[in-house]
């Protein structure tokens, strides 16, 4: 059912990081669902969480292991581990104790993600005998491998990858992500990695990971569920032969924050591309607020409808659904007669009404797209927001009412 | 489909309160789509009206006509009348003054209601076809009726009736609603008439149309969507033989203020147990909040999940779904630890995890029942709420998908 989502993109290997998978058989024997990164030594490591106060147990630890030297990140899907209190918090420090034993390595230098249903107690012992097998397995060309072994209700593995020079160097910037559901990123995505040759420290790689969730990631929605298990990590390993980048280092800064965003832009794009049920690809866009917080909330009222993701669904021009949104999105004082609503590029409401000009057959032209956008003009200032989101179908339903069955 | 709602029961009719029934054939010939009901002279009337921003061009005209003299309430289903501009205003004041003319009253005493499709021109010659019909159909036994013609995707027609005595006089208390999607009520309802022949003073009505809306229609919600056409009106005709009620009537005060909260509730409750595409009846009480705010964006976050609704579909007891929703929902420097959940009378989670007496066969037993409560305790302070909502089937996704087809 993803919408416009192909294979993988070439995703080049980053000097300085590994990627290991195995199986534990969590959820069913066989199926991959353990990985393992390594970073190599002296690598900045940056992250993101979820703000959700109900924050897994990994999430508590990696958030505070994160800023101490990170060399090993391990993920599981399967079980969330979020919900179960002081046993999952113990249960994750066991399993990263494990990989740090078999590793060489001190235990806080090993970050655990868990991804997967929520309240299960993490099967610690399955987990911890497939870590060896992960090690084993660790190879600076899996991230195709990692990409699928992450992957939970996902349909495709999701992955971008960008390359740039400078003073003769390849740069490269290469990332994966997963989440198919239970999504709408605050601060970080349900799990996104992504890792760089370049060599930036901590702070400035913070900053870097913080500009490229903040329009990507935290710009996206699903069901405006806010997941527990959200994280997303930027790795620098600094194996490219060029001077550590700082926000002083003009074009290399520049390149390498680009190059981040993108990759962030495409993986969480994909996610909503591989949104539970979507068979919509919905850009909402907004412009003329005041402020863009009054942006934000016109646009996730618009993108949380259920009414207008029923009517992308079905290719129906209900327009009148998109009016009803914006006027309940909470913007104080809104002049309804200063809005303008358009679908693609067709005018649909102007001055609070239909517009003159439009036609049920404009309208239902640009519905009947796979990727339709909806652009809403408010008239009141110069601020835009932009968030991207899915329809609601029957397969949505479907996908949730059986998730655990 | 509909949830614990069965025929409607009885409704005492309300001396000086008429409704008659007609068929303009706005959307389907022949069926019953224009309802006016007649209010004696020297009625009170009081209402609330959505506060969505778009709101339609006849709560427009009766958000300004409430404050004088009412006579006739004149309401359409098939259409809105909303998203339609200047055009829409000079529609409903048309039909209106229509009906003003051959009832022999002002214009500005016909209040006008629309609800239906969002965003298509008013059809004023239906309309206005069909006026001399419902005029003539005018009598005090035609509630069901009614209840009945202000229908649109409804499946039931919804009504509440009190009546209780005071020094050896009967006071009646009767409301009908309708309404089954787009029910997120801002101050009012989809539609909802309350009449009394009790006799009150505008004000004093309007307060009891205010904290009745409040807890009843102010606390119920299908798809969070607020809509553009919500109103409710009471009405109190005065024909009861008693002196004015005022707030220092004591006890008749009291007794009418009850009857009119338990009609409010009663029709408010109804719409959810007939939400589209309804399986459920869900409840979810907040308890133990440090203000009502946060109980409500704690109650909310639950009610809208597409997740929850979608587990209480398929009987899922997947309560992480809940803790994440509760942990998601914004309350400041919210302490998982101190939080409980309950479905029904099972302890689900506690202390921010999985409750350590809870087994997934009690889960079941409550989730597999009509009607659920989910309760959450806060541990914060001393504040509730409580709100009502549905699931979220395939029937939902149905409905709004071909809603206009």
Chains 1, 2 share one sequence.
């Not at 069913?28 to 900045?44: N, T, Y």
């Not at 989440?179 to 060599?199: F, S």
């Not at 290399?252 to 539970?276: N, P, S």
Request: charged share 20%.
């Amino acid at each position: 059912m993803a919408v416009g989502l192909g294979p993988l993109p070439t995703l080049h290997p980053v000097p300085g990081f590994e990627l290991g998978i195995a199986s534990a058989g969590i959820k069913r024997p066989g199926r991959k669902d353990v990985v393992v990164m390594r970073c190599a030594e002296g690598s900045s490591v940056a992250g993101v969480f979820t703000l959700n106060a109900f924050c897994a147990a990994p999430v508590i630890l990696s958030k505070q292991r994160v800023h101490g030297p990170v060399r090993y990140l391990l993920t599981n899907t399967g079980n969330a581990n979020a919900g179960t209190g002081a046993l999952g918090l113990a249960a994750a420090e066991r399993t990263c104790a494990k990989l740090a034993e078999l590793a060489g390595v001190p235990a806080e230098a090993v970050l655990p993600f868990s991804t997967g249903v929520i309240g299960e107690p993490l099967p610690v012992e399955k987990i911890e005998g497939a870590l060896q097998a992960a090690l084993d397995d660790l190879s600076e060309n899996n991230w195709a491998e990692a990409a699928t072994g992450i992957m939970t209700t996902d349909t495709l593995p999701k992955g971008a990858s960008r390359q740039f020079q400078h003073d003769g160097v390849t740069v490269t910037v290469t990332g994966i992500s997963k989440g198919a559901g239970m999504i709408r990123p605050n601060m970080a995505t349900m799990l996104g990695y992504i890792a760089t040759d370049a060599k930036v420290a901590p702070a400035v790689l913070k900053d870097l990971m913080l500009d490229g969730a903040n329009k990507s990631f935290n710009r996206i929605t699903i069901d405006g569920d806010t997941s527990t298990n959200d994280c997303c990590m930027l790795i620098a390993t600094g194996q490219a032969d060029l001077p550590e980048v700082t926000q002083a280092s003009g074009a290399l800064f520049e390149a390498l924050k680009q190059a981040v965003f993108e990759v962030c832009m495409e993986v969480a794009q994909a996610i909503v591309r591989d949104g539970e049920g979507a068979t919509k690809f919905v850009t909402v866009q907004v412009n003329g607020g005041g402020n863009h917080q009054e942006c934000l909330d016109v646009g996730y009222a618009v993108a949380h409808s259920p009414l207008i993701k029923t009517a992308l669904f079905a290719s129906d021009p209900n327009w009148g659904r998109i009016l009803a949104a914006v006027g309940r999105a909470g913007v104080p004082q809104l002049d309804v007669s200063l809005i303008d609503v358009y679908l693609g590029d067709v005018c649909i409401a102007s001055q609070g009404g239909r517009s003159p000009s439009y036609t049920e057959e404009q309208g239902s032209a640009v519905m009947a797209q796979e990727e339709i956008t909806i652009r809403i003009e408010l008239g009141r200032g110069q601020c835009s927001e932009t968030i991207w989101t899915t329809d609601l179908s029957h397969e949505y339903v479907k996908i949730n009412a059986e998730y655990r069955t």
